[in-house]
Protein backbone atom coordinates (compact mmCIF):
# COMPACT_ATOMS: atom_id res chain seq x y z
CA UNK A 1 0.00 0.00 0.00
CA UNK A 2 1.07 3.78 -0.88
CA UNK A 3 0.22 4.83 2.71
CA UNK A 4 -2.05 7.59 3.22
CA UNK A 5 -2.10 9.97 0.09
CA UNK A 6 -2.95 13.76 0.50
CA UNK A 7 -3.43 15.91 -2.12
CA UNK A 8 -2.09 19.26 -2.81
CA UNK A 9 1.01 19.09 -1.13
CA UNK A 10 1.26 22.70 -0.63
CA UNK A 11 -1.69 25.21 -1.40
CA UNK A 12 -1.55 29.03 -1.72
CA UNK A 13 -4.52 31.15 -2.02
CA UNK A 14 -6.19 34.42 -1.57
CA UNK A 15 -8.10 35.25 1.55
CA UNK A 16 -11.71 34.98 0.92
CA UNK A 17 -11.56 31.82 -1.76
CA UNK A 18 -12.73 28.35 -1.56
CA UNK A 19 -9.58 25.55 -0.30
CA UNK A 20 -10.16 21.97 -0.28
CA UNK A 21 -8.11 19.58 0.53
CA UNK A 22 -7.93 15.65 -0.18
CA UNK A 23 -7.11 12.78 1.77
CA UNK A 24 -7.12 8.83 0.82
CA UNK A 25 -6.18 6.58 3.55
CA UNK A 26 -4.98 2.71 3.30
CA UNK A 27 -7.34 0.39 2.20
CA UNK A 28 -8.62 -1.55 5.32
CA UNK A 29 -8.87 1.51 6.96
CA UNK A 30 -11.80 2.33 9.12
CA UNK A 31 -10.41 5.44 11.41
CA UNK A 32 -9.99 8.91 9.01
CA UNK A 33 -8.53 11.51 11.36
CA UNK A 34 -8.03 15.27 10.10
CA UNK A 35 -5.53 17.29 12.19
CA UNK A 36 -4.02 20.86 11.79
CA UNK A 37 -0.51 21.67 13.02
CA UNK A 38 0.52 25.06 13.98
CA UNK A 39 3.35 26.46 16.13
CA UNK A 40 1.21 28.03 18.21
CA UNK A 41 -1.36 25.55 18.49
CA UNK A 42 0.60 22.74 18.17
CA UNK A 43 -0.77 19.36 16.43
CA UNK A 44 -4.98 19.75 16.80
CA UNK A 45 -8.09 17.08 16.11
CA UNK A 46 -10.41 18.71 13.39
CA UNK A 47 -12.51 15.84 12.72
CA UNK A 48 -12.42 12.13 12.31
CA UNK A 49 -14.12 9.53 10.96
CA UNK A 50 -15.30 5.73 11.22
CA UNK A 51 -16.85 4.03 8.68
CA UNK A 52 -17.58 7.23 6.71
CA UNK A 53 -19.55 8.19 9.62
CA UNK A 54 -18.21 11.65 11.78
CA UNK A 55 -18.30 10.62 15.04
CA UNK A 56 -16.55 14.09 16.69
CA UNK A 57 -16.11 17.01 14.58
CA UNK A 58 -15.52 19.13 17.88
CA UNK A 59 -12.28 20.27 16.96
CA UNK A 60 -14.02 21.97 13.54
CA UNK A 61 -13.00 25.88 14.37
CA UNK A 62 -15.71 27.51 12.52
CA UNK A 63 -19.02 26.77 9.94
CA UNK A 64 -16.14 27.38 7.52
CA UNK A 65 -15.01 24.29 7.72
CA UNK A 66 -16.49 21.44 6.62
CA UNK A 67 -15.37 17.42 5.88
CA UNK A 68 -16.72 14.76 3.85
CA UNK A 69 -15.92 10.96 3.55
CA UNK A 70 -18.12 9.51 0.46
CA UNK A 71 -17.01 6.26 0.85
CA UNK A 72 -14.20 4.50 2.45
CA UNK A 73 -11.44 5.33 -0.05
CA UNK A 74 -11.80 9.68 -0.07
CA UNK A 75 -11.94 12.17 2.52
CA UNK A 76 -12.35 16.29 1.49
CA UNK A 77 -11.35 18.61 3.90
CA UNK A 78 -12.97 22.06 2.67
CA UNK A 79 -12.54 25.96 3.97
CA UNK A 80 -14.63 28.50 2.23
CA UNK A 81 -14.14 30.91 2.53
CA UNK A 82 -10.76 30.81 3.57
CA UNK A 83 -8.60 33.05 6.15
CA UNK A 84 -4.50 34.06 6.78
CA UNK A 85 -4.98 32.18 10.32
CA UNK A 86 -6.23 29.18 7.87
CA UNK A 87 -2.34 28.92 7.30
CA UNK A 88 -1.42 25.84 9.30
CA UNK A 89 -0.35 22.26 7.90
CA UNK A 90 -3.03 19.72 7.80
CA UNK A 91 -3.02 16.18 8.32
CA UNK A 92 -5.19 12.99 7.07
CA UNK A 93 -4.31 9.92 8.89
CA UNK A 94 -6.03 6.56 9.41
CA UNK A 95 -6.19 3.38 11.03
CA UNK A 96 -7.54 0.14 12.52
CA UNK A 97 -9.90 0.11 15.53
CA UNK A 98 -6.93 -0.09 17.74
CA UNK A 99 -3.22 1.02 17.42
CA UNK A 100 -1.52 2.86 15.91
CA UNK A 101 -2.19 5.85 13.13
CA UNK A 102 -0.76 6.40 9.76
CA UNK A 103 -0.01 10.08 8.47
CA UNK A 104 -0.17 11.26 4.89
CA UNK A 105 2.70 13.55 3.62
CA UNK A 106 0.57 16.91 4.87
CA UNK A 107 -0.62 19.90 3.47
CA UNK A 108 0.82 23.01 3.73
CA UNK A 109 -1.98 25.78 3.04
CA UNK A 110 -0.87 29.75 3.33
CA UNK A 111 -3.68 31.93 2.70
CA UNK A 112 -2.34 35.62 1.87
CA UNK B 1 -10.42 13.82 28.03
CA UNK B 2 -7.44 11.98 28.44
CA UNK B 3 -4.22 14.21 28.44
CA UNK B 4 -0.66 13.54 28.04
CA UNK B 5 1.48 15.80 28.86
CA UNK B 6 5.52 16.53 27.28
CA UNK B 7 7.16 19.00 29.64
CA UNK B 8 10.73 19.25 27.50
CA UNK B 9 9.64 21.76 25.17
CA UNK B 10 13.18 21.48 23.69
CA UNK B 11 16.33 18.86 24.83
CA UNK B 12 19.68 18.64 23.01
CA UNK B 13 22.24 15.41 22.72
CA UNK B 14 25.40 14.86 21.75
CA UNK B 15 25.88 12.51 18.88
CA UNK B 16 26.40 9.02 20.22
CA UNK B 17 25.29 9.99 23.53
CA UNK B 18 21.77 8.74 25.22
CA UNK B 19 18.70 10.91 25.68
CA UNK B 20 15.85 10.40 27.04
CA UNK B 21 12.37 12.33 26.34
CA UNK B 22 9.45 12.33 29.23
CA UNK B 23 6.17 11.74 28.69
CA UNK B 24 2.89 11.08 31.20
CA UNK B 25 -0.39 10.92 30.63
CA UNK B 26 -3.68 10.98 32.69
CA UNK B 27 -6.36 7.94 32.36
CA UNK B 28 -8.70 5.90 34.09
CA UNK B 29 -8.28 3.06 31.89
CA UNK B 30 -6.58 0.14 32.23
CA UNK B 31 -6.37 -1.13 27.97
CA UNK B 32 -4.78 1.29 25.67
CA UNK B 33 -1.89 1.85 23.54
CA UNK B 34 1.24 4.66 23.79
CA UNK B 35 3.10 5.79 21.16
CA UNK B 36 6.30 7.72 19.89
CA UNK B 37 5.97 9.82 16.60
CA UNK B 38 8.91 11.27 14.98
CA UNK B 39 8.49 14.13 12.59
CA UNK B 40 11.67 15.19 11.35
CA UNK B 41 12.18 18.79 9.29
CA UNK B 42 10.10 17.14 6.26
CA UNK B 43 7.60 17.18 8.32
CA UNK B 44 6.32 13.62 7.83
CA UNK B 45 4.91 11.58 11.11
CA UNK B 46 6.60 8.77 11.84
CA UNK B 47 5.99 5.85 14.26
CA UNK B 48 8.73 5.32 15.87
CA UNK B 49 7.88 2.76 18.86
CA UNK B 50 4.30 1.68 20.24
CA UNK B 51 3.58 0.48 24.09
CA UNK B 52 0.35 -1.70 24.99
CA UNK B 53 -0.36 -1.40 27.96
CA UNK B 54 -0.86 -5.03 29.30
CA UNK B 55 2.30 -5.59 28.11
CA UNK B 56 4.19 -5.15 31.25
CA UNK B 57 7.93 -5.39 28.98
CA UNK B 58 9.18 -2.40 27.15
CA UNK B 59 8.63 -2.36 23.97
CA UNK B 60 12.55 -1.55 21.71
CA UNK B 61 13.13 -1.18 18.57
CA UNK B 62 16.85 -1.06 17.67
CA UNK B 63 17.81 1.88 19.43
CA UNK B 64 14.68 3.84 20.29
CA UNK B 65 13.28 2.01 23.82
CA UNK B 66 10.58 3.51 26.36
CA UNK B 67 10.44 3.30 29.73
CA UNK B 68 6.99 2.55 30.57
CA UNK B 69 4.98 3.07 34.21
CA UNK B 70 1.61 2.33 34.37
CA UNK B 71 1.04 2.96 38.13
CA UNK B 72 2.91 6.27 37.64
CA UNK B 73 1.47 6.61 34.17
CA UNK B 74 4.64 7.82 32.67
CA UNK B 75 5.95 6.92 29.37
CA UNK B 76 9.70 8.13 28.38
CA UNK B 77 11.65 7.26 25.09
CA UNK B 78 15.64 6.52 25.08
CA UNK B 79 17.72 6.95 22.13
CA UNK B 80 20.51 5.44 22.64
CA UNK B 81 23.86 6.11 20.43
CA UNK B 82 22.20 9.30 19.07
CA UNK B 83 22.94 10.37 15.33
CA UNK B 84 22.22 13.56 13.36
CA UNK B 85 19.25 12.04 11.51
CA UNK B 86 17.75 11.68 14.92
CA UNK B 87 16.95 15.61 15.25
CA UNK B 88 13.18 16.11 14.96
CA UNK B 89 10.05 16.83 16.77
CA UNK B 90 8.85 13.91 18.65
CA UNK B 91 5.57 13.77 19.68
CA UNK B 92 3.98 11.33 22.89
CA UNK B 93 0.81 9.69 21.85
CA UNK B 94 -2.55 7.30 23.64
CA UNK B 95 -5.11 5.97 22.50
CA UNK B 96 -7.66 3.48 24.32
CA UNK B 97 -7.79 -0.40 23.26
CA UNK B 98 -12.00 0.31 23.09
CA UNK B 99 -13.15 0.82 19.89
CA UNK B 100 -13.69 4.57 18.59
CA UNK B 101 -11.53 6.00 20.12
CA UNK B 102 -9.33 8.67 18.88
CA UNK B 103 -5.81 9.79 19.88
CA UNK B 104 -4.62 12.21 22.18
CA UNK B 105 -0.87 14.24 21.12
CA UNK B 106 1.33 15.47 23.52
CA UNK B 107 2.89 19.19 22.57
CA UNK B 108 5.99 17.96 21.43
CA UNK B 109 9.74 17.80 22.39
CA UNK B 110 12.14 19.33 19.79
CA UNK B 111 15.13 16.91 20.01
CA UNK B 112 18.57 18.58 18.25
CA UNK B 113 21.65 16.56 17.79
CA UNK B 114 25.15 17.97 18.49
CA UNK B 115 27.87 16.82 16.28
Known amino acids: DAGVIQSPRHEVTEMGQEVTLRCKPISGHDYLFWYRQTMMRGLELLIY????????DSGMPEDRFSAKMPNASFSTLKIQPSEPRDSAVYFCASSLGTGEAFFGQGTRLTVV | AQTVTQSQPEMSVQEAETVTLSCTYDTSESDYYLFWYKQPPSRQMILVIRQEAYKQQNATENRFSVNFQKAAKSFSLKISDSQLGDAAMYFC????????????FGTGTSLTVIP
Open chain 2, 93 to 104: AYRSRRSGNQFY
Open chain 1, 49 to 56: FNNNVPID
